[in-house]
């Protein structure tokens, strides 16, 4: 891991190799799904599970508001002093310090604070999308927390936050926020041809096949980072349904390719990290990957896209 100091804590996009915080990772992917799932319990329902993600945050990752009959309540796991936040309405909270623990203890410790602020919540006990999937309560297997690699994650999530915001501002059609989806633990981005899509196959371990019909109702193009894929993790960008030719479009990004085995583009993150213009190396993939399923496609591209940038000659 890299050293860091005051003078240079969020500068540049920091290294991070997998192997040196792998455990960390996995635990943090669980605890991530108990949060997730607190805030799933109470949103409603909105198209393509956009109620369930996490977001980036100045601090780490936020649940943002979530409702309750109470009133409202948020959770913040918040990387810079290595607490789980929770705060309501009312002005109480609990604080539930992030440190090497089970799962099985997060998970306990998350529900006797919400016990104490009156925050009644169920959610289903199992995690979802790995392999296999011990439910939170019994899972003392996965307990490790490296307070410098969880914060080392998150300033990777804030560098690729930051530039995926920019690529989705290019896109005046119907789009993702940039959010964090805790199932398979990457941050996304999704595009939106205005089309409806052949019903998904599903196939996501322990994840129920209607999730996957809802996720990908309508044909998309959709992009993100998660923490695997290559030595420092990855970037990917795909399309569903995937357009003919899509597999074969050649990019002219250095170490970028197709993986026939995901089915998607992959940048591995140490490419962007390593490059002269790291923003400009992401945001051309980002734009390449979203032209090559676009195009085959057959999307309205002039009725989706915009340009981010044409009102500031006006602004006062």
């Not at 918040?78 to 309501?88: E, K, M, S």
């Not at 569903?240 to 479009?249: I, Q, T």
């Amino acid at each position: 891991m890299e050293p860091s100091g005051p003078e240079t804590e969020l500068a540049g996009w920091p290294l991070l190799r997998l192997d040196e915080w792998a455990q960390t990772r996995d635990t943090l992917h669980l605890w991530t799904q108990v949060v997730g799932k607190i805030r799933m319990a109470h949103a409603p329902m909105l198209n393509h599970w956009w109620q369930v993600p996490l977001y980036l945050s100045p601090r780490g990752l936020t649940t943002s508001s979530i409702p309750h009959p109470r009133g409202a309540f948020d959770i913040e796991f918040d990387f810079c002093d290595h607490q789980l936040r929770i705060r309501a309405a009312n002005g109480t909270g609990q604080t539930i310090p992030l440190r090497p623990m089970p799962t099985a203890g997060f998970h306990a410790e998350v529900f006797e604070a919400l016990d104490r602020l009156g925050l009644d919540t169920a959610i289903r006990p199992t995690p979802v999308e790995v392999e296999p999937a011990v439910p939170f309560a019994e899972d003392h297997q996965h307990a490790s927390y490296d307070p410098a690699a969880a914060r080392l994650f998150w300033r990777q999530l804030l560098q690729a936050d930051r530039v995926m915001n920019r690529f989705r501002s290019h896109f005046s059609g119907k789009a993702s926020p940039v959010h964090f989806f805790w199932g398979a633990m990457d941050l996304v981005c999704t595009r939106f041809s205005g089309r409806t899509a052949p019903r998904h196959p599903g196939g996501a371990p322990n994840c129920a096949d209607w999730v996957m019909v809802e996720a990908y109702s309508h044909e998309v193009s959709s992009c993100g980072f998660w923490p695997g894929g290559g030595e420092e993790g990855a970037f990917y960008s795909y399309a569903y349904p995937e357009p003919e030719g899509f597999s074969a479009h050649r990019l002219s990004i250095d170490g970028a390719f197709y993986s026939q085995e995901l089915r998607e583009f992959v940048l591995p993150y140490e490419c962007v990290r390593g490059a002269k213009d790291p923003d400009g190396e992401l945001m051309r993939f980002l734009q390449e990957t979203y032209a090559a399923a676009a195009g085959p496609g057959n999307w309205d591209r002039a009725r989706l896209e915009t340009d981010p940038d044409r009102w500031l000659g006006l602004l006062p």
